[in-house]
C-alpha cells in the first residue's frame, strides 16, 4: 500500500486547508487511518485517527474542535478538514495507516502505524 498526501500550502492565521491522503496499491478500507505532523525541530506528533468504518475517531488536544477527520471507503482516501489554523500548525503532516485496526485511542504512537505518506507543509502565516 502506497499512501499520497496533499492538500497543503500556505495560508494566513484563521484561514482553513484540507488535507488529503489516496491510498494505491491495496485498500485501506479496513485499516486505521491516522494524521501526524512534524515542526522544524520537534519529533512528529500524533493528530488524529479514525476507524475503518469511520464511526470512532480520536484528537490531539491542541487540534480538537478544530480539525475533523474522516475518510472515503470508496475512493480509498482520508481527510484531515483544519479551520481556525494557527502559526504553530505549521509542519509537516504525514497520513498513516495502520492495518492491525487497533481502537483508534490506542494509536497515537507512529510506531503503530505500518504504512507512511510522504508528507505535505502546511504553513501558517500569522
Known amino acids: 500500500v502506497q499512501l499520497q498526501a496533499s492538500g497543503g500550502g500556505l495560508v494566513q492565521a484563521g484561514g482553513s486547508l484540507r488535507l488529503s491522503c489516496a491510498a494505491s496499491g491495496g485498500t485501506v478500507s479496513r485499516y486505521v487511518m491516522g494524521w501526524f505532523r512534524q515542526a522544524p525541530g520537534k519529533e512528529r506528533e500524533f493528530v488524529s485517527a479514525i476507524s475503518w468504518s469511520g464511526g470512532s475517531t480520536h484528537y490531539a488536544d491542541s487540534v480538537k474542535g478544530r480539525f475533523t477527520i474522516s475518510r472515503d471507503n470508496a475512493k480509498n482516501t482520508a481527510y484531515l478538514q483544519m479551520n481556525t489554523l494557527k502559526p504553530e500548525d505549521t509542519a509537516v503532516y504525514y497520513c498513516?495507516?495502520?492495518?492491525?485496526?487497533?481502537?483508534?485511542?490506542?494509536?497515537?504512537?507512529?510506531?503503530?502505524?505500518?504504512?507512511w505518506g510522504q508528507g505535505t507543509q502546511v504553513t501558517v502565516s500569522s
Open positions: 498513516a495507516a495502520d492495518a492491525d485496526n487497533l481502537p483508534v485511542r490506542h494509536l497515537r504512537s507512529q510506531l503503530m502505524y505500518d504504512y
